[in-house]
């Protein structure tokens, strides 16, 4: 059948079939994890309010990387990261609020610091003014500052049953 080709031809394109049923089968897999991430077998009645509040961040989170594109591609980057960074920042917050593992309630408070720096980098690269400096949102803040081109906000208030 590729007797026809150039030698050393075949052997690409089988490479190129494995290759890419390597990387079929990862998605497969990944979407299955994810599919079953949505549906747990048995949810404790205390993580309910957890569950509610990530599926409304994620939610949030994947909304506001739905960017149309631009023209610019730094741009169309930095808008898709923002949301993406912000995610991480408000499952990090959901962590702090439900969270008992006192290793994982410390990596979710570098989580907020890393991700707000990594978004007040990004807003300077592409021209947009950073964050006034302002407290990580596991510090109560006077008013959330906002930004209104993403939608999202760089802080929030915790409730007092935060930990």
Do not use: C
Not at 15 to 33: D, K, N, P, Q, Y
Not at 48 to 56: D, G, M, Q
Not at 67 to 79: C, E, H, L, Q, R
Not at 83 to 107: C, F, S, T
Request: proline share 8%; glycine share 6%; charged share 20%.
């Amino acid at each position: 059948m590729l007797r026809f080709l150039k030698p050393g031809v075949g052997k690409a394109l089988f490479g190129a079939r494995i290759a890419f049923a390597f990387a079929a089968s990862s998605l497969v897999f990944a979407h299955e994890m994810h599919v079953a991430a949505q549906q747990p077998a048995v949810v404790a009645a205390d993580e309910t309010p957890f569950l509610k509040e990530n599926e409304a961040v994620m939610t949030k989170m994947m909304n506001g990387m739905e960017v149309a594109p631009t023209g610019d591609v730094d741009k169309d980057f930095a808008a898709m990261m923002i949301p993406h960074h912000q995610g991480a920042i408000d499952m990090a917050v959901l962590e702090l609020r439900y969270g008992k593992n006192e290793q994982l309630r410390r990596i979710a408070q570098e989580i907020i610091v890393d991700q707000m720096q990594e978004i007040a980098a990004m807003k300077l690269a592409i021209g947009e003014p950073g964050p006034v400096s302002a407290p990580a949102p596991t510090q109560p803040s006077p008013a959330p500052a906002t930004n209104e081109h993403h939608g999202m906000h760089m802080h929030m208030e915790l409730p007092n049953n935060v930990k």
